[in-house]
């Protein structure tokens, strides 16, 4: 059975997508089948992993809301043992449209059960909000994982984000927990970043992950290529860490 991990922050820009994207193509490079979910509208995991949005017949909107089976949406990627289910700038309007539905925080858990057995993973992008896409991404996952980028405010919303995971707990899903805290951008230029680092780790402890991943321009570079790390440029600093932290995972 898959484990489900939702890569959440409601803060836009910390590395949510990169991780993604790069932590589910160093899991597939372990061997492990990993199935990409991406529900952000602006669908940077799928244009980021090399699908044209041109090409994708069913996106997750047609999933959610529309009831599409997921097998019918899933597309493979030139990565070995790693899928994606896409998304495509249609699902921006789900989030109004889901309000007023039946069972509307457990569309995609709904979505995903039937195929839960043919992954080892599947990584749930989230959009950079704490509306219902992000409550059904935590209503569907077995943990969340937490980008954190090294800045200054960096803890600054953190509460609102545990605050949902929270309600989702009481509410929706019981058994959600959180997967890890992901240090992300340190710039080693700097003391800020490490400053950051101490105060991250203060409030989260064990859950924060080892691997911090570094400001890396070949990370930055790849999805304008359409390309995971570990093929755009797998020597680099960033194809290291995020292979490391895939191990740190299937550790964990
Ligand atoms: P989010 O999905 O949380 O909005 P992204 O993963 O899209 O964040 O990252 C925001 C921007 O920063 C993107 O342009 C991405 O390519 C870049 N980026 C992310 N991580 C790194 C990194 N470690 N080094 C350099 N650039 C990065
Ligand atoms: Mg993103």
Not at 5 to 17: E, L, M, P, S
Not at 172 to 194: F, K, P, Q, S, W
Request: net charge negative; with cysteine; charged share 20%.
């Amino acid at each position: 059975m898959a484990r489900v991990i939702a890569v959440a922050n409601q803060k836009g820009g910390v590395g949510k997508t990169t991780t993604a994207v790069n932590l589910g193509a160093c899991l597939a490079s372990l061997g492990k089948r990993v199935l990409l979910i991406d529900i952000d509208p602006q669908g940077n995991t799928t244009s980021g992993i090399g699908i044209n949005k041109a090409d994708v017949r069913y996106d997750i909107y047609d999933v959610i809301i529309n009831e599409v089976n997921a097998v019918e949406a899933i597309l493979p990627t030139e990565v070995p043992n790693l899928n994606i289910l896409p998304a495509t700038i249609q699902l921006a309007g789900a989030e109004i449209e889901l309000v007023p539905t039946m069972s509307r925080e457990v569309r995609l858990r709904q979505a995903l059960q039937p195929i839960k057995s043919q992954y080892d993973y599947m990584l749930i992008d989230c959009p950079p909000s704490l509306g219902l896409l992000t409550v059904n991404s935590l209503t569907a996952s077995d943990s969340v994982l937490i980008p954190i980028q090294c800045e200054y405010y960096a803890l600054e919303g953190l509460s609102q984000l545990l605050n949902t995971i929270r309600m989702v707990q009481k509410h929706l899903n019981t058994h959600l927990e959180i997967e890890g805290v992901l240090l992300t951008m340190l710039d080693a230029r700097t003391n800020l970043g490490l400053q950051v680092i101490e105060e991250v780790k203060k409030y989260f402890r064990e859950k924060v992950y080892t691997t911090v991943i570094p400001r890396n321009v070949r990370l930055g570079e790849a999805p304008s290529h359409g390309q995971s790390i570990i093929q755009y440029d797998p020597r680099s600093r960033g194809a290291e860490v995020y292979l490391e932290l895939a191990k740190e995972v299937v550790g964990a």
